[in-house]
C-alpha cells in the first residue's frame, strides 16, 4: 500500500514539475505521470543499488552528493523508456528535478506518512 502510495506521490510531483519547468519537462498527461513513476520505482530498486555499488568511492568522497546524480541517471533513463510521453530536456534539468523529488518525497515522507510510534 505504502508502494502504492509512493508511485502517486511521484506522479503527482511529475504533473507539478512539469507545470511549473513547461519547456523543460513534458508529460503527455496525468497516466504518462503515472506510468513514469511506476518504472522510476522500478528502476530505483534494480539499477540504483548497482549504480551505487559502482560508485561508492566517488559518493563517499562527495559526502553523499553523488547520490543526487545517480537519481538523475535513473531520471534520464525513464525518459528513454517512456518514449514521447515524459521528456525531459537536458541532464541539468534532470538532476534539478532529482533535487527537488527528493526534497519534496522527503518532507512529504515526514511530515503526512510517518507512522505513530507507541
Not at 532529482?98 to 507507541?118: G, H, P, W, Y
Given at each position: ?88 530536456s537536458s541532464f541539468g534539468m534532470a538532476l534539478l528535478t ?21
Open positions: 500500500m505504502r508502494w502504492l502510495l509512493g508511485i502517486v506521490i511521484n506522479a503527482v510531483l511529475f504533473m507539478a514539475l512539469a507545470g511549473y519547468f513547461e519547456n523543460e519537462i513534458y508529460l503527455s498527461g496525468f497516466g504518462a505521470a503515472l506510468g513514469a513513476s511506476f518504472i522510476l520505482s522500478i528502476l530505483n530498486v534494480l539499477v540504483k543499488p548497482i549504480l551505487i555499488l559502482l560508485t561508492l568511492p566517488v559518493t563517499v568522497l562527495s559526502l553523499g552528493l553523488f547520490l543526487f546524480v545517480i537519481n538523475a541517471i535513473t531520471l534520464m533513463l525513464t525518459d528513454s523508456l517512456m518514449g514521447s510521453s515524459f521528456e525531459i532529482a533535487i527537488i523529488m527528493s526534497v519534496a518525497n522527503l518532507i512529504i515522507q515526514n511530515t503526512f506518512l510517518r507512522e505513530s510510534k507507541d
